[in-house]
C-alpha cells in the first residue's frame, strides 16, 4: 500500500476566498485529490442547513442547527477516511473550526467552547490548516456578502474573536506550531495567494505522516 493521502482544510473569516482557493488547490492537484466543502448543502442534512441559512426566520433552535452542522461532517467522515487511505489528497473548505466559532459566537448560555467542541471528538483532524485573515472589513464589500443569516459585520466580528480564542485555547500549541499556518489575504490577489496555497500543501505533502490525527 502506497502513502495515505493528506488533509488540508482551508479555514479562515468569511469572504476571504476560502472556496476559491481550495477549488484551485484541488485542480493543482488534479486527480489525486477530492475537494469537500462544508456545509455540504447537497445531502439531506446539508439541505436541512441551507433552509436555515437563506431563511432568517428559521425557528430551529441554535443547539439543533449546530448538531446538524456536526452531523453533516459525520456523514462525511468515512469517505474522508477512505480516500486518505487510497492515497487521495481530501481538501476541506471549512470544517470543524467553523463549526465552533459561529455557534460560540451566538453567546447563547449553556453554548460554550467545549459543548460546541464535544459533538467533533473523534472527526479527523487535518494534517494541514491554513487559516486565512484579512484586515477589518474588507470581506463585506465582496460578493454575496449578507445574503445569509451569518453575514453581519457585527456577528463576524464576534465570530473572528471566537476563532482566534479558539485556537489559542482550545487547540494545542504542537497542533499551532507545526500543522498550522494563518495567511493574510488581505490585498493579495487570487493569483497570489493561491501561490501560498500550493507551496504550504506541497511543503505539508512533502513532510507526510502516518498517523491519522483526531479532534
Ligand atoms: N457555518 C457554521 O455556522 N457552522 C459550520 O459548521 C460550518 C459553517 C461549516 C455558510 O458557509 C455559513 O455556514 C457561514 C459559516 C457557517 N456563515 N457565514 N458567514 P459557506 O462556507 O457556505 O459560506 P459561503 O457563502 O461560501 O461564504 P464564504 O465561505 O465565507 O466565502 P469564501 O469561500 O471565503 O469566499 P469565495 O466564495 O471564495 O469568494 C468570495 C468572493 O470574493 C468571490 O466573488 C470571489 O471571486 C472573490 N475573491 C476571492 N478571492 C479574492 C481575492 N484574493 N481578491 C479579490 N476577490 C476575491
Ligand atoms: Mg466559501
Same mark, same amino acid.
Given at each position: 500500500?502506497?502513502?495515505?493521502?493528506?488533509?488540508?482544510?482551508?479555514e479562515g473569516l468569511d469572504r476571504t476566498g476560502k472556496?476559491?482557493?481550495?477549488?484551485?488547490?484541488?485542480?493543482?492537484?488534479?486527480?489525486?485529490?477530492?475537494? $469537500?466543502?462544508? *456545509? +455540504?448543502? !447537497?445531502?439531506?442534512?446539508?439541505?436541512?442547513?441551507?433552509?436555515?441559512?437563506?431563511?432568517?426566520?428559521?425557528?430551529?433552535?441554535?443547539?439543533?442547527?449546530?448538531?446538524?452542522?456536526?452531523?453533516?461532517?459525520?456523514?462525511?467522515?468515512?469517505?474522508?477516511?477512505?480516500?486518505?487511505?487510497?492515497?487521495?489528497?481530501?481538501?476541506?473548505?471549512r470544517?470543524?473550526y467553523s463549526g465552533a466559532a459561529y455557534s460560540c459566537a451566538k453567546n447563547?448560555?449553556?453554548?460554550?467552547m467545549?459543548?460546541?467542541?464535544?459533538?467533533?471528538?473523534? $472527526?479527523?483532524? *487535518? +494534517?494541514? !490548516?491554513?487559516f486565512f485573515m484579512n484586515n477589518g472589513h474588507e470581506s463585506e464589500?465582496r460578493?454575496?456578502f449578507?445574503?445569509?443569516?451569518y453575514e453581519t459585520v457585527q456577528f463576524q466580528d464576534r465570530v473572528k474573536h471566537t476563532f482566534l480564542e479558539l485556537f489559542e485555547t482550545w487547540?494545542?500549541?504542537?497542533?499551532?506550531?507545526?500543522?498550522?499556518?494563518f495567511l493574510n489575504v488581505a490585498?493579495?490577489?487570487?493569483?497570489?495567494?493561491?501561490?501560498?496555497?500550493?507551496?504550504?500543501?506541497?511543503?505539508?505533502?512533502?513532510?507526510?505522516?502516518?498517523?491519522?490525527?483526531?479532534?
Amino acid at each position: 500500500m502506497g502513502p495515505r493521502g493528506r488533509l488540508i482544510l482551508i479555514e479562515g473569516l468569511d469572504r476571504t476566498g476560502k472556496s476559491t482557493q481550495a477549488e484551485l488547490l484541488a485542480c493543482e492537484l488534479g486527480s489525486n485529490s477530492v475537494l $469537500l466543502k462544508f *456545509p +455540504d448543502r !447537497t445531502t439531506p442534512v446539508g439541505q436541512l442547513i441551507d433552509d436555515y441559512l437563506k431563511n432568517r426566520h428559521n425557528p430551529l433552535p441554535d443547539q439543533a442547527i449546530h448538531l446538524l452542522f456536526s452531523a453533516n461532517r459525520w456523514e462525511a467522515a468515512r469517505r474522508i477516511e477512505s480516500a486518505l487511505f487510497a492515497g487521495k489528497h481530501v481538501i476541506l473548505d471549512r470544517y470543524v473550526y467553523s463549526g465552533a466559532a459561529y455557534s460560540c459566537a451566538k453567546n447563547v448560555p449553556g453554548m460554550d467552547m467545549k459543548w460546541c467542541l464535544d459533538p467533533e471528538r473523534g $472527526l479527523i483532524k *487535518p +494534517d494541514f !490548516t491554513i487559516f486565512f485573515m484579512n484586515n477589518g472589513h474588507e470581506s463585506e464589500q465582496r460578493a454575496g456578502f449578507g445574503d445569509e443569516r451569518y453575514e453581519t459585520v457585527q456577528f463576524q466580528d464576534r465570530v473572528k474573536h471566537t476563532f482566534l480564542e479558539l485556537f489559542e485555547t482550545w487547540e494545542n500549541a504542537s497542533y499551532r506550531e507545526n500543522n498550522m499556518r494563518f495567511l493574510n489575504v488581505a490585498n493579495k490577489s487570487i493569483t497570489e495567494v493561491a501561490l501560498e496555497v500550493k507551496q504550504i500543501a506541497e511543503k505539508c505533502i512533502r513532510q507526510g505522516q502516518d498517523e491519522i490525527l483526531r479532534f
